[in-house]
């Protein structure tokens, strides 16, 4: 009765350790396939990581392009700006000086003018003084001329007549001087006129 197991246990555990076994086998197959499966997750998980750090890598590297592409446009216009802003500058100060070198040019064209018809002013008093002058000389000559002609044709009239030689003497001397004291008169009064008609010349206008 105690001499050993009965062979239907002996099957049944057979049979038991068999179906073990094959569990074991279809359980390493599995394992062996979630190996496989993992394996190849891991290396679509390196690429999936490789292909992220590339895009990471191209991205940076696109942008650092793209900022200093950006960097060089900014600074060309701003020297573009400060060039144009320059020549701006240069222009108005061109400017500015042209249009003082017209308000300068008209300043000395209106005082030339002015002093054009200045002098043309004094050269026309001039000329007023000149002729009054002339009229005046020629007037004062024609009267002196007069004077004397007169004296000598009275002198020449009052000689004949028949006097004592004192009495002759005196009357010509007072007759002599009565002329000079009219021709002196009459000089004074011509001297008074010139001077009347030279202070009468009005002063020139501006």
Known sequence: MYGG??????????????K?????????GLLQILNAKLQDSNEENFDLRAEMLTFQAETHYQSEQNEKTLKAKVLSLESQLAF???QLQNAERVKLRALKEADDLQQKQEKQLLDRKKLDAEKRLLATKRRKQESFLAASQS???????SQQQQQQVARPVAVPVTETAVQ????MEE????SHSKLKEVLGKTLEILTAVPPIGY
């Open 5 to 18: 197991p009965p062979r239907d246990d002996m099957a049944q555990l057979r049979q038991t350790l068999e």
């Open 179 to 182: 002329k000079e004291n009219d």
């Open 143 to 149: 009267m002196m001329s007069q004077s004397m002609l």
């Open 172 to 175: 010509t001397e007072l007759v």
């Open 84 to 86: 144009q802003r320059a």
């Open 20 to 28: 073990l076994q094959h569990e074991k086998g279809e359980a390493d």
